[in-house]
């Protein structure tokens, strides 16, 4: 049987602390590194105030802050983003009306997201209801990226 978005988010109970791999020294320095859990992305997105966005690179910091460490991983942050979107479509299919506002999460420059559900357009359309100007271009982005 195919599992369910929420399934795969909460897929792993409990978050990993380990060294940075010597790979991602360069880009992230020295020291340990966070492999958050889908429920601490999503509480994180949460968070995130009607009217604000937070960007990938200062989700991942909190959550590292959080732990007491350097950094999140930033692929397992990213990709923990995405299934919360996901859960958060499915459950508005559902017809629940608060989700997890997985559209205020933009990337560390401000642009929009294309994995998300409904891509930059919905992204776009989501933001711009709660306030926000939309800067166009071949990568559309949010004006002003204001973490929480």
Not at 20 to 37: D, H, S
Not at 60 to 80: K, N, R, S
């Amino acid at each position: 049987m195919k599992k369910t978005w929420r399934e795969k988010l909460h897929k792993f109970s409990k978050a990993r602390v380990v060294p940075i791999p010597a790979r991602m020294v360069k880009r992230c320095g020295e020291g340990k590194m966070l492999i958050p859990t889908g429920a601490e992305v999503d509480a994180a997105i949460r968070k995130v105030r009607s009217g604000h966005v937070i960007t990938t690179k200062d989700l991942g910091a909190q959550l590292a802050v959080d732990h007491g460490v350097e950094v999140a991983c930033p692929m397992v942050t990213g990709i923990y983003v995405w299934l919360s979107a996901e859960v958060a479509a499915e459950e508005e299919r559902e017809g629940k009306k608060r989700v997890t506002p997985y559209w205020r999460v933009v990337q560390s420059d401000g642009s929009l997201m294309k994995k998300l559900p409904g891509g930059p357009d919905e992204q776009a359309r989501r933001l711009r209801a709660e306030g926000h100007r939309i800067l166009p271009g071949r990568k559309p982005r949010v004006e002003y990226a204001v973490a929480y």
